[in-house]
């Protein structure tokens, strides 16, 4: 199938589950995670219908998002920040940053933004599967990180992120997911300032339709659309 007909496959089986849950299809965002893809097989997807595009890497962002210049709507960084590539993200002006997964990340984050009068959209990553190959804060830590984040100057909270289990059984996830839209909805009531929990990202290409029935309303999907990665 062509990359068109896999976005509007993916885009269709969003509607379908959001159908099912009396959701609007409008209320989940799917990020197209171009990871890896260059900008002749990007604009393909863009053509289809994508209007947000996720990337991991910066340098690949800094090469390939001047090459897409008035095709997309927002950038969604989704990558591991680095601290010291902090000076070259936010000039690419990403609309959300998904992975702010320690507190001196975001301070640093917060004291370059504030440097540069940039109000920067952050989610807190958690790694609610608590796997040692992943980042985040433990379901234990979340609630206090996103308190102690939340008085920073110059960056905003919107929400949380986290990566379930490489599976091919989503219901293995589910139980995961379930327990990260509990803690969304208990910071969501805390109603704490500089915190408005707009966005849940979980859910990829294997797994998205379980997120979604267990609260996501930003799915992050790439090798359903392109096809199996090339990491060389």
Known sequence: MSITENYKNIEEKIKQCCIKLNKSPNSVKLITVTKTHPAEVVKEALAAGAKYIGENKIQDSKNKL????????????????QSNKIKDLIPLKPS?????????????????????????DILVQVNITQENSKSGAGEKE????????????NIKIK????????NPDPEVTRPYFRTLKSIFDNIKKAE????????????????????????ANIVRIGSAIFGARNYN
């Open 96 to 120: 959300l940053i998904h992975s702010i997964d320690k507190y001196s990340t975001a301070e640093k984050l917060s004291k370059y933004c504030e440097k540069h009068n940039v109000l920067q």
């Open 66 to 81: 001047p090459l897409l210049a008035g095709l997309y709507e927002e950038f969604h960084f989704i990558g591991h920040l």
């Open 159 to 166: 929400g949380l992120m986290t990566i379930g289990l490489f």
């Open 192 to 215: 704490l300032q500089n915190v408005d929990m707009d966005y849940l990202s979980m859910g990829m290409t294997h797994d998205f339709e379980v997120a979604i029935e267990e609260g």
């Open 142 to 153: 979340v609630y206090d990180l996103v308190e102690k984040i939340s008085q920073l100057p």
